[in-house]
């Protein structure tokens, strides 16, 4: 069993990566994993549209994993001690240093217990992660059996997006809007993290454009460089179109996980015109800024 993890700063592309790769055959896509012990129960819908606490999948797997709410509860509390950049911090980004520690041993456990679960209810030997998060990679990262990739997009189409409008149906609202400023933080510390992350083990790079421009070659590319088979061919409808699979239980997320259509893949350009004067200025003069700190992979 190997765990895939995809990070990279919301609205990188991520739940088009991981709706491509279980597709594609390549694993059990989990969505934003962290949510099973983030978010109360009531918050939690599946991709196939139910409430996980109802649907078959994720009850199946919680009972193979024995983990009872007690269990998700000391998730919970062990996430808000261990997955935080300043814990990382206090251990001087030391990989091994973090690995050694109680409280990180034990949030690994009781992880590792649900992904057998998991991959036992699936069939699949490899579980795609696309929790994003930069803190919650490094503590991933302790862990022997956890790959990594991570998605580079443009800051400024990143934080435009950010500032769009985008109905979940899995909240049953709108998503949250972050203002430019904390879209901008976001992306950072994303990118921070994981380059430093680099430094101390594999994480394969993707960029989000290039994905859109040939998806194939450059996913064949990533998976090989993570020691995952290609995609095959018969599960593309045309170069830049995947017909998705009817088992798909991904766990929040952006709402294109509830779309059934065949997966395109398409690069979203920001129209610049519909957004207000100075808030575009604003935003390119931010994008320019990450860019030259944290240049395209």
């Not at 919680?62 to 509390?77: C, I, K, N, P, T």
């Not at 261990?82 to 690994?108: K, M, P």
């Amino acid at each position: 069993m190997r765990v895939v993890y995809i990070s990279g700063s919301g609205r990188s592309g991520s739940t088009m990566l991981e709706r491509l790769l279980h597709a594609g055959g390549i694993g059990c896509a989990l969505g934003e994993f962290h949510c099973l012990w983030r978010l109360h129960r009531s918050e939690q819908t599946c991709a196939c549209g139910i409430p996980a606490a109802e649907d078959s999948f994720w009850t199946r797997v919680l009972a193979r994993s024995g983990l009872a709410d007690a269990e998700l509860a000391e998730l919970g509390r062990l996430e808000q001690t261990v997955v935080r950049t300043g814990y990382i911090a206090q251990h001087g980004f030391n990989l091994a240093e973090l690995g050694r520690q109680d409280d990180v041993r034990r949030f690994l456990d009781l992880q590792f217990r649900l992904f057998a679960a998991i991959a036992e209810q699936s069939g699949r030997e490899v579980l795609i992660d696309s929790s994003k998060a930069g803190p919650r990679a490094w503590i991933l990262a302790c862990h022997p059996d956890v790959r990594f990739l991570h998605l580079w997009r443009d800051p400024a189409d990143v934080i435009a997006s950010w500032r769009s409008r985008k109905f979940d149906r899995g909240l049953g609202s709108e998503m949250q809007r972050l203002s430019i400023m904390r879209a901008t933080l976001d992306w950072f510390k994303v990118e921070w993290l994981m380059r430093r992350l680099a430094r101390q083990t594999d994480v394969t790079s993707l960029n989000y454009r290039a994905i859109c421009v040939d998806p194939q070659k450059e996913l064949g590319r990533a998976l090989a460089d993570v020691g995952l088979p290609m995609i095959d061919d018969a599960a593309w409808l045309a170069s830049h179109q995947m017909v998705p699979v009817k088992e798909y239980h991904s766990l929040n997320g952006n709402p294109d996980r509830f779309d059934r259509d065949p997966i395109s893949v398409r690069l979203r350009e920001t129209d610049w015109k519909i957004l207000p004067s100075l808030e575009a200025l604003r935003i390119r003069a931010q994008g320019r800024v990450l860019t030259a700190l944290y240049p395209s992979p």
